[in-house]
């Protein structure tokens, strides 16, 4: 399942079930590390095995301030010019 752009209204979001979840750009409305923290919350209520996040051009939290960003997302692989392997797929992430 790939989503994106949900911009701080992940709530609202209909996430279909599957193996691996993947979120490919813009969790933040304005890059807000709080907005990650709500962000990370609801992708732990949902049941996806394997979640991957990759920020996008709204997301400057984890540019600006990467470490504070990357230790709010707990329940979910952030991939930043790196790869993982889920569900033995391989994928790669890059923000930029």
């Known amino acids: 399942v790939c ?3 949900t911009h701080g209204r992940h709530a609202l979001t209909e996430v279909p079930a599957g193996d691996v979840l993947v979120h490919a750009g813009d969790v933040t ?3 807000s590390l709080d907005d990650v923290g709500a962000f990370d919350a609801w992708l732990g209520t949902l049941p ?3 979640k991957i996040v990759i920020a996008g051009n ?3 939290c984890f540019q600006e301030r990467p ?3 990357r230790a709010r997302l707990t ?3 952030y ?3 790196s790869g993982c ?3 033995g797929l391989t994928f790669y992430g890059s923000p930029w």
Do not use: V
């Open 67 to 69: 470490a504070e960003a």
């Open 48 to 50: 996806h095995p394997h």
């Open 75 to 77: 329940n979910a692989t």
């Open 79 to 81: 991939l930043e010019d």
């Open 3 to 5: 989503i994106s752009d």
């Open 58 to 60: 709204h997301d400057f």
């Open 29 to 31: 409305r304005h890059g």
């Open 85 to 87: 392997e889920a569900a």
